[in-house]
């Protein structure tokens, strides 16, 4: 069994972890938190160092799933809170508002799924969940690759966020948190045809909507609020 070696910094797990603590159960893993200072000294990754590594095919689709998107629920986090006191327009402030809310409470639904089907899972890293969805994708020829996994995983970018710009925060907030959405809605789109269990299957359903309507929303603003600005995906 892995052993989490990363300690959390008090204050910042108060604000990312669930509201209902799922992820202090004694039966559920650790929850691989970033060790972060706000718009300070980045400290440690998203994923959790390991002893020793874990073979590829103690993982299942479905675990790989929901530890990539636990994952990329806590950096979504991690951008919204240095969003929160910075967002001008009235509109990505209720966005930042309700993104916090529906985030944790995801990841409160994953934690309590993975709780009951792998309670004594190890935690799935980057390199294994790429590995698995690579298999499940050759075994499934006609479905394509399973998308997603690297953008959704990747760290934030803490310190573009932070840093004094001339370029308003609103539109830098929105081509950091473009990609990112867009490779949760790629992953939830697949997780809802591979996924093994049905209510797994029915969850990546419903993030999936909720991504491609979050995506709407920040094209539409973006292009309202800033037509001149150069294509998010040049940055």
Known sequence: MRRFAPLLATAFAL??????????????????????????????????????????????FDLAYVD?????HQNAIIMLLIAEPR?????????????LIERRASIETLLAWRS???????????????????????????????????????????AELCADSEEPFDLLFIDHMLPHISGELLLSESASALATDPTLAAVAGEL???????????????????????DAHSH
């Open 208 to 230: 999936m909507g909720s991504s491609q309507y979050n995506l709407d929303a920040l094209y539409a603003w973006r292009t309202l609020w800033y037509p001149d600005a150069e």
């Open 116 to 158: 009951e089907m792998h309670p004594n899972a190890a935690w799935v890293t980057v390199d294994q969940a790429m590995a698995v969805f690579d298999q499940v994708a050759m075994e499934n020829p006609g479905r394509g690759g399973v998308a997603g996994a690297r953008e959704i995983a990747a760290e934030p970018h803490i």
């Open 15 to 60: 604000m990312l972890t669930p509201v209902s603590g799922v992820a202090f159960q004694s039966d559920a893993p650790a929850t691989p938190l970033p060790v972060i200072d706000i718009c300070g000294e980045y400290a440690g990754g998203a994923t959790p160092e390991a002893e020793s590594s874990v073979e590829v095919g103690d993982a299942t």
């Open 68 to 72: 990539m998107t636990i994952t990329s």
């Open 87 to 99: 967002v001008e327009h009235p509109e990505l402030v209720n966005f930042v508002n309700q993104s």
